[in-house]
């Protein structure tokens, strides 16, 4: 009967061992999915930070070529 008992006790065990692996894998493969998730993300936010740091040196490029005493709030809007 010792032996039955071991066997089932091993049993067991090597069953809560198995839903122990299985609970890990779901959350690495979840933690996985968020972390190519999020360098995606940060991919896109390093682009859209390039494109910004380009306008706003196209920007400050403009503003340095306007002649001298050149008012910006002294242009009439578009509509007039």
């Known amino acids: 009967m010792p032996d039955h008992e071991s066997l089932a006790g091993l049993a067991a065990r090597l069953e809560a061992l198995e839903n122990r692996t299985a609970h890990q894998e779901h959350w ?3 933690l ?3 972390v190519a998730s999020q360098e ?10 390039a494109v910004m ?3 706003l040196r196209e920007q400050q490029q403009a503003l340095n070529d306007q002649p001298e005493g050149f008012d910006p709030g002294q242009e009439l809007p578009p509509h007039y």
């Open 40 to 49: 995606r993300r940060l991919q896109e936010l390093i682009r859209l930070n």
């Open 32 to 34: 996985d999915e968020a």
């Open 28 to 30: 690495l493969d979840q």
């Open 53 to 55: 740091q380009k306008r």
